[in-house]
């Protein structure tokens, strides 16, 4: 069955967070989401969404991936051919940013709308079988007081999980150091403790307080403890902080990713879907980190995350954030620690109409 691409469409919506969050760059309440429709001479509907950080950001990335529907309009849904074609219309322009967030859209699109004409999931057609991720709960535990981060760390686990992550960054070594101590003795020695500085630091305040990090032991990663594009100065870190160092949610595209691995900047990575570039950059990416010998996890996007974990090498955690759950028909699933992707071909994703206007932006 060989589809043609009738249209692309996109609807803005902005779903409350169950678990408002506080990181060290700001506090996100709100998930600003773009759902997008690819649909097909075959009537299959290819879908995606991408998370704008912002409501102010929906605008904008919904003009974007409008205006590459209409440049694909009519191509065979064939995602390599797509992908080609966008990046040389976009050369000039740059293929960073929401540039490669709207091509990622168009991407996953075309991947879903395939694994549904071929009633397959989507990791069948990468030629792997579809299998639960182990996942960390991501949802909350940002910068607050210690009483309620104490408490939030204790619901988290309750929710089937054996690792969950904190946030850091707060102006005081002291209170980080104090924040890490609390959740630590709240959830014991045999839940996983990830910490994200979400890019706070200078480069010599990350190894200052990332031994800190180490006298206090126990952690499974230290991510993004400085600007995400200093490569150099991550590898710096990485020299001189024994806990390995995480990045790559922020890598635009495999090429940057290529860089960071040259640079020998991180001990993990762990690329961000919509920023990698769809499907079609993950399959790259996780080529590098097989080469580069890299546990490879995944930032946000549970839903294609957890297949495209599957057939990644080095696959290592899955990020697991509910923020889309609200519009979807099929939420990712957790159990025992892991999760589970929705059932149906492609990545099994339908939007709850009634959730989808409810929520409109």
Sequence with gaps: ??????????RAVAVPMRRPLQTSTGAVSVAPLLLVDMKTDGGIVGRSYLFSIGKQHLRPLAALVEVMGEMVKGDAVAPFELEKKLRARYTLLGIHNIVLFAMAAIDMCAWDALGQALQQPVVRLLGGESRPARAYNSNGLGIQAMKPLVREAE???????????????????????????AVKKAIGPKVTLMVDFNQALTVAEAIRRGRMIDEEGGVHWIEEPIRADD?????????????????GENFMGPEQMAQAIAAGCCDYVMPDVQRIGGVTGWMRA?????????????????????????????????EYVDWANPVLKDPVRIAGGTAAGPAGPGFGMKWDEKAVKKYAA
Excluded at 2 to 9: D, Q
Excluded at 165 to 174: E, F, I, S, T, V
């Design 1 to 10: 069955m060989r589809m043609k691409i009738r249209a692309v469409s996109v």
């Design 155 to 181: 619901q988290l686990v309750k929710e089937g999980f054996s690792a969950i992550k904190l946030r850091l960054g707060r102006p005081d070594a002291a209170a980080d150091l104090e924040a890490l101590r």
């Design 231 to 247: 490569f150099a100065g991550c590898a710096k870190v990485a020299r001189e902080v024994a806990a390995p160092i995480q990045i």
């Design 286 to 318: 996780a080529a590098l980190a097989q080469g580069a010998g890299l546990e490879m996890s995944s930032h946000l996007f549970p839903e294609v995350s957890v297949q495209l974990l599957a057939v990644t090498p080095t696959c290592h955690w899955l």
